[in-house]
Each structure stands twice: as C-alpha cells, then as structure tokens.
C-alpha cells in the first residue's frame, strides 16, 4: 500500500513541479518553500496535485533547529495570498521537539479528522517543507500525543515522495555520528543512512562510523584496520561486540582511547529507542579493552 501511494505522490509532485512552477522554481530557489494541495485543481495545467507559495529564507528566525522548525509549521499553519494550508482548519500544534535529525511534530485532534490521501498528503506537505530546514531529514507527526494506526508509517522522508523503484530499501535512519574535532572534542554530524532489507540498525551506524565523517573539520573516530564483530539490539541494549585485535590499535593515551568507545556509544545512541551499549570483546564480556574499563554498559553520559 505504501508504495502504491509513493508512486502516486510521485506522479503528483512531478506534475506540481513541472505545470505549478518551475519557472517560479528558477526565479525563487532561494526561498522556503511551503506545500500545499489546492482545493481547486482547474486552473491548474497536467492535473498537478501538490503546490507550494515561496517566502525569503530571512522570514524565519535566526535561532536555533526547534525555533525555525517551529516558524516553518506557523506559515504552514497560516493563510496567505495564493496559498491554502495542508494543515485543516483548527488545527493546534501542541508541541515540536528536535530528536537528532528527526522532528516529532505534535497537532491537535482536528488534523486526526484527515484520512485516506488527504491525511497521506498533508503529511507529505508538512514533510517536504521541514525538511527543507539545515538538519531536518526526518518527520514524526502524532495526534494529541498518539500516533494514528491507519497510517503505512509514521516516520516521514522527503524521499518517501519519490520512491518508485528502490524496493530494497526498507527505511532511511536518520542519526547523529560522532567523530572527534581538530581539538579532539566529540562532534554529532547528522546522517542519513539507507537501511535494508536484512540489515540491523545498529550494524548500519557502526558501518557508518568506521568509514568515517562526511565532514573535512573533522577526523575518524577509529584508526585504520579497527573492526566489529557485530552489533545487536535487544530491547533498550545494544550488544557491541569488538575484535580483540582491535585492541592493539588504540592510541596510547588512556582519554585518547575512552574517546573512542564514547564515540561509539553516542553514534549509537542516537539510534531512537537505545538507551545503553554493553561491550563484549570477541563475544565475551570482560573488564577493559585496552586500559577503559567496560564491565558496565555506557550511557554516553
């Protein structure tokens, strides 16, 4: 069904791209966009269904993710000249939290009324434009605290629009990894990996981790030929199982080497659910790897 309504939006977004403005795309790709599904499709050429109205970048503030998240979704919720808002009337945005990469939007009991397409592509609507934002790559948007259990999936992608033939891919997982500075100081550089089908979230992020920052400021976290043996998730615990090998590999210096293993541990836990890593060595629990002592599961904290 999911994929049935992908290609669907699709089709919708490539005809609102297309007939609905790409010279207006030319004259203002500066701008934020705001999507919208208007009333009347008449006047519109291709039988476009997905729409947007620009406004300057400089309308939303100079704060923080959450505030301008929060600014974004205040347009999205208004009315203006040439806009009709995805979001139905009434409707109250009871909350916003910023959680890595993913935005969890809370709305009032009025956008619970939408179903079916309307509820498909005003969910969509409010997708494409946040994600537009720096950091923004994922979109949660619950009811009065409570997710809807009609909905394919209540994590939403801009790519999700556009999924037509990538059937291998069961999900994208958005993260913060963790590499260190020039000064040494652990620094979350938000990811978005591809997960597939077989694959475990964690062994994504720690294969992420190993190959290393996108990022020219900042440095690998693991030196060259470290490795894992494998990462498993149960319940709230990620078992991260490391080479024996590896050990040799750790800088001398006893902070040099906690860095590493907090790295590690804070890449993983931005993964939504984990809470704590336990670290084996070669599939057994022991006491240290290299001088840090790892007996306990790390927090991160």
């Known amino acids: 069904m999911r994929r049935i309504i992908s290609i669907v939006l699709a089709l919708c977004l490539t005809l609102a791209l297309a007939g ?9 790709e500066s701008g934020l966009k705001l999507y919208y599904c208007p ?3 008449s006047h519109l050429s291709g039988g476009d269904a997905l729409c947007y109205a620009t406004v300057p970048w400089d309308t939303l503030p100079d704060g923080d993710r959450q505030e301008r998240v929060e600014a974004a979704l205040t347009l ?5 000249e040439g ?3 995805p979001i139905p009337a009434g409707t109250r945005l009871l909350g916003c939290t910023m959680v890595g990469g993913t935005v969890w939007v809370d709305f009032s009991e009025a956008y619970g009324q939408l179903s079916g397409m309307d509820l498909t592509t005003a969910d969509y609507c409010v997708t494409l434009t946040l994600t537009q934002l720096e950091g923004v790559h994922v979109v949660r948007i619950t009811v009065a605290g409570r997710e809807l259990a009609y909905r394919d999936t209540n994590l939403l992608l801009a790519g999700d629009v556009l ?4 059937d291998d891919v069961v999900r994208s997982l958005a993260v913060q990894l963790y590499f260190p500075d020039g000064d040494g100081a652990l620094t979350a550089e938000d990811r978005l990996l591809n997960l597939y089908e077989g694959e475990s979230r964690a062994g994504v992020v720690i294969d992420a981790v190993l190959a290393g920052p996108e990022s020219d400021a900042l440095l690998p976290l693991v030196p060259e ?6 990462a498993r998730l149960d319940d709230e615990m990620c078992y991260l199982n490391l080479s024996a090998e590896s050990a040799a590999l750790l800088p001398e210096d006893d902070a040099a080497q906690e860095i590493i ?4 541990v804070r890449s993983l836990r931005s993964v939504e659910g984990v809470m704590a890593v336990q670290f084996l060595v070669d599939g057994e629990y022991s006491r240290t790897f290299g001088k840090v ?3 306990a599961p790390w927090t991160g904290e």
């Open 83 to 85: 806009f009709e808002s």
């Open 293 to 295: 002592d790892i007996s």
């Open 76 to 80: 999205l919720m208004g009315s203006r």
């Open 39 to 41: 009333a009347d499709l």
């Open 163 to 166: 999924l037509t033939s990538t």
């Open 20 to 28: 609905c403005g790409v010279a207006r795309l030319r004259q203002e």
């Open 261 to 264: 293993l907090m790295g590690l």
């Open 225 to 230: 030929g470290f490795s894992v043996v494998s």
